[in-house]
DNA sequence: ATTATTAGATAGTGCTACTGTCCGTTGTCA
DNA sequence: TGACAACGGACAGTAGCACTATCTAATAAT
């Protein structure tokens, strides 16, 4: 298959393509000369992905480059998978932010492995998570906008039995199947979530309040 | 106060304000000569909100206006706010995505308010979130990422206690309390469920791989 | 009186994700 | 065999976005 064709199949312009190339995202050819090199149908999905990871997933290229080394070696599959692929999806975080009210809701939760880190973790410092939490919160109360703790309750409660969810299905036969499984479901599942919570939203809105009297 | 105060008062530059005021995000202060005016308190919590908003929330500087837009008319509050709100933050949509899929899932959880629509709501066509989620399946399937169907019944039954406990808090009293809870609650609220998550995860990951054998 | 600050206008910056152009080489079809 | 499209590679250019910097004339502060 050439460059040609391979954008034929996947819908991205050749020039595309060579800067994917270039940015290492997607790997080169076999040369069949010194101008000239094979694609087969690993380079087709291997564009999608990248397309996908840069499209929905919203990350840039760095992100994606860093995405995709985890899944071309997947090195240490159980040496805190996770915590790698978090950090290459999180959006980078001012180091400013104050995380008491983020630390004692995890608390509450006894969600203990975030605030009292296990060996073999990332944990230079603060959790990478409970900082991101911690900015979300405060963009929360900066807006003045104000979520009742029980709310929060239910908002962890339903994200837990998301996470066991994914967990539980967790491939643990092939250390790339795992890899791969944690990397993408981290970034591509995220837009999966929040679209249905807009249509659930919808759908809640329409219950409480039938049409007839519009609903809200 | 003046400008400088009101940088000071919330760590944004001069000359970012003076940009968000040549935007429309922020309102003018009060005159008091031909190049002088006065800000007060609103003017702060107006500019910490829009920072919330471009910031965390991730919007564009047009989308932050549009919201904005929304909360400072709070024209017909019961007229298809959530509609509003969420076409002010959804990323475009490419126009020609498969939505069989998604309209399958939403018709199997009986969500018919989505895919029948109500009179009243924006339904122009195909409705927006069941695109947005046709959007995020159609990248997952590109990526080669599989998710059983009772996962996600999973998805959408968390979500679905997420909107249901919103939409329940919903304040009836004011309409632009409403609105503003509408509208800050689509956006602000999203990056708290992914950080949620994220921890989440960590959490029953190591409940699942007790560390000792590190987790994953 | 001097110095700092202001509103307003306009131009410029830095970043990111491409996109366009050129070159010399190679495949392909007539 | 010759014309011509397609190729790889290098590099410059572009578009959009969120600011940021500079300037001017007027006003405030000391």
Redesign the interface.
Known sequence: MRISELSRATGVPVATIKFYLREGLVPEGVRTSPNQAQYDDAHV?RL??V???V????LSIAATREVLGHIDEPAQ???????AA?QAV??ELPDDVDVTPAVAL?RRWG????VDP????SGDGIDL??A??A??????D????V??PD?MD?????????????????PTETPSA?V???V???V??????????????????????P?A????
């Open positions: 999905q999608r992905l397309r996908a990871l499209g929905v997933g919203g599959p159980t040496l805190d998978l996770l915590g978090h999180a959006p995890v969600w203990s492995s975030c296990v060996e073999g973790t998570g409970v991101g939490l900015v979300a919160l405060a963009a929360l900066d807006a003045g906008f979520v009742e709310r239910t908002y962890a409660e339903a994200m837990m039995r998301v996470a066991r969810a994914e967990i539980d299905d967790l795992a791969r499984y944690v993408l479901g981290t591509l599942v995220e837009p999966v979530l929040l679209a249905l919570r807009r249509l659930a939203q919808r759908e809640a809105s329409v219950a409480r309040f049409p009297a519009p609903h809200v």
